[in-house]
């Protein structure tokens, strides 16, 4: 086609080429209209022509500067622009002489190479990661449009081939290193000596912008780098996050550990570490949490028997397949530990620990404190009516024995008048031991008001309740309880009552008592009186 006039439709054209990069790239083309200021050309693609051209007519050799106006798929529209006095130090530029013929065959081969590397280089051009290809004296042979935007890199010096180290050097001009400046001299060095020696170690640049580009350097064959920056601040602050995450678990006071889907442990904090005595470099191997579970026997709970030892690790490990939970153990030291499984999106599961010890301490306190007369540290009240009611309900579940006994200090009153207050409480916490020295397990006794006490003897029949009040009176009888050198005489009246199914509940039943109570005291006190079985529902105002 070279030099050749063609004919389509009834008009003329001239066979022309478009040639740039000095020279080094041109691409046949048919110019359809030519005129003084332009010209428009078809081509078999237009995809890589950057905006600055040259346009070679073949069959006069006439070569014109040009600007590209408009492109479509196959065609440009060029305007002419102004020659530029040549330097006459400077060599003529390839594109001005005529090319030397060449054959048809190799022109093509030659055509087809071009294209593809103009392909590849407006690829390039295209791509997020700064791309710097560098020949063996590293010089910059191609120097992408992401690695100019990310370096504010302008296009006069980037097509001026510089070095590596004006690069380099350009990049302290803008101030884009994250360093002080007596750093920066060793910084370029240090840079410079990895790319020179081809060293293909990443590393990630922190920018005063606050971007992070993580830098690897390739040798080529023919002695060239090719040096990418990749954008990675979206990565590298979620590694940050992750990190602060990592260390924050590492050190909390609670225990963490983390399971893969088949239960290996692939985290475990220090608390975590601590507590199965086990080291970082072992965690690294991902042990099974079966595993864990039988080491040292730590995590048995106290007090388990050999079969509950044995069968422990794998009623453990069903509890933790099976899912989200909250469970509380107590292990062999004796710590109360509250533990919550949580199902994770990968198939894992998180599991915290939570040394609760302290609080279970609390609340035993405070169980203590709202059910315990503080004075004799019996129970107080409200505890013991509470349990009356339990022990009432399995007596009408099962038809078994209930009674009660409801104890008064005899003249407590003239005791603090001419003892004193301090005598007086000792005294109530004299009474208080004597009850309990003699109760068994699942009697209950309690401070029911100022000198009052109530005894609850559960699976006893009246005659046996009357002999254990017997027996409380006579031991209160014989104490002996000094003050001051004087002796404080000291006894008590007690009333007896057994639940029968005529009554109409437990109150009927303490009724019962009280009022037997109040006939022993009205028949002289430090006496024992049982409530008849035919009077269940006799007078009292004792209970609120």
């Given at each position: 086609m070279s030099g050749q006039v063609s004919a389509s439709r009834g008009r003329t054209f001239l066979a022309g080429k478009i040639v740039f990069n000095f020279g080094r790239s041109a691409f046949d083309c048919t110019i359809r209209q030519l005129t003084d200021s332009g010209a428009t050309v078809e081509l078999e693609s237009t995809f890589g022509i950057?905006?600055?051209?040259?346009?070679?007519?073949?069959s006069s050799h006439q070569v014109r500067p040009c600007k590209r106006l408009?492109?479509?798929?196959?065609?440009?529209?060029?305007?002419?622009?102004?020659?530029?006095?040549?330097?006459?130090?400077?060599?003529?530029p390839a594109s001005v002489a005529a090319p030397a013929p060449i054959n048809i065959p190799e022109r093509r081969n030659r055509d087809i190479l071009r294209g593809h590397m103009l392909a590849l280089r407006a690829a390039l051009d295209q791509i997020p990661v700064g791309i710097l290809l560098l020949d063996?004296?590293?010089?910059?042979?191609?120097?992408n449009q992401a690695f100019r935007n990310m370096w504010k890199l302008p296009d006069a010096v980037a097509d001026r081939n510089p070095t590596f180290a004006d690069l380099m050097g350009h990049g302290c001009q803008i101030m884009a290193y994250e360093l002080p400046k007596a750093r920066l001299e060793a910084y370029v060095a240090e840079r410079a000596h990895l790319v020179s020696i081809g060293d293909p170690a990443p590393i990630d640049l922190r920018r005063t912008n606050g971007d992070v580009v993580r830098y690897q350097c390739t040798p080529l064959p023919d002695g060239g780098r090719m040096v990418s920056y990749t954008p990675v601040t979206d990565i590298v602050r979620a590694s940050d996050k992750l990190k602060v995450l990592t260390d924050a678990l590492k050190n909390v006071e609670d225990g963490v550990v983390l399971l893969d889907r088949d239960l290996h442990a692939t985290?475990?904090?220090?608390?975590?570490?601590?507590?199965?005595?086990?080291s970082e470099g072992e965690v690294a191997r991902h042990p099974p949490?079966?595993?864990?579970?039988?080491?040292?026997?730590?995590?048995?709970?106290?007090g388990?028997?050999?079969?509950q030892v044995r069968t422990f690790p794998a009623k453990r490990i069903a509890e933790i397949k099976a899912g989200d939970h909250k469970r509380d153990v107590q292990t062999s030291d004796g710590r109360n530990i509250r533990i919550h499984c949580t199902t994770m999106a990968n198939g894992g599961r998180m599991l915290t620990f939570v040394d609760v010890s302290d609080l279970v301490r609390a609340s035993k306190q405070l169980e203590v404190l709202a059910t315990t007369?503080?004075?004799t540290s019996l129970f107080n009240r409200r505890h013991f009516l509470t349990v009356l009611d339990a022990e009432w309900s399995r007596f009408q579940r099962y038809n078994r024995s209930l009674s009660v006994l409801m104890l008064d200090v005899d003249h407590f009153k003239a005791v603090n008048d001419r003892f004193g207050h301090s005598?007086?409480?000792?005294?109530?916490?004299?009474?208080?031991?004597?009850?309990?020295?003699?109760?068994?397990?699942?009697?209950?006794?309690?401070?029911?008001?100022?000198?009052?006490?109530?005894?609850?003897?559960?699976?006893?029949s009246l005659s046996r309740a009357r002999m254990v009040a017997e027996r409380i009176r006579k031991r209160v009888e014989s104490l002996s309880l000094v003050e001051d050198g004087r002796l404080i005489p000291l006894t008590i009246s007690i009333g007896v009552a057994e639940a029968i199914t005529a009554m109409s509940g437990a109150d009927a039943l303490v009724r019962g008592a009280d009022a037997a109570l109040y006939r022993a005291k009205s028949d002289g006190r430090n006496r024992v009186v049982c409530s008849p079985a035919d009077e269940p529902k006799l007078a009292g105002t004792w209970r609120p």
């Open positions: 950057p905006d600055h051209v040259q346009l070679l007519v073949v408009w492109q479509s798929d196959r065609q440009l529209g060029l305007a002419f622009e102004e020659r530029r006095t040549p330097d006459p130090a400077a060599p003529a063996a004296d590293l010089k910059a042979l191609f120097i985290f475990l904090n220090r608390k975590m570490r601590e507590f199965w005595e086990i949490y079966v595993a864990l579970l039988t080491r040292n026997r730590r995590a048995v709970p106290a388990s028997t050999p079969e007369d503080p004075l005598a007086g409480d000792e005294a109530l916490k004299a009474v208080a031991r004597v009850c309990m020295a003699g109760k068994r397990k699942s009697d209950i006794v309690g401070r029911i008001g100022g000198e009052e006490f109530a005894v609850l003897l559960p699976e006893t």
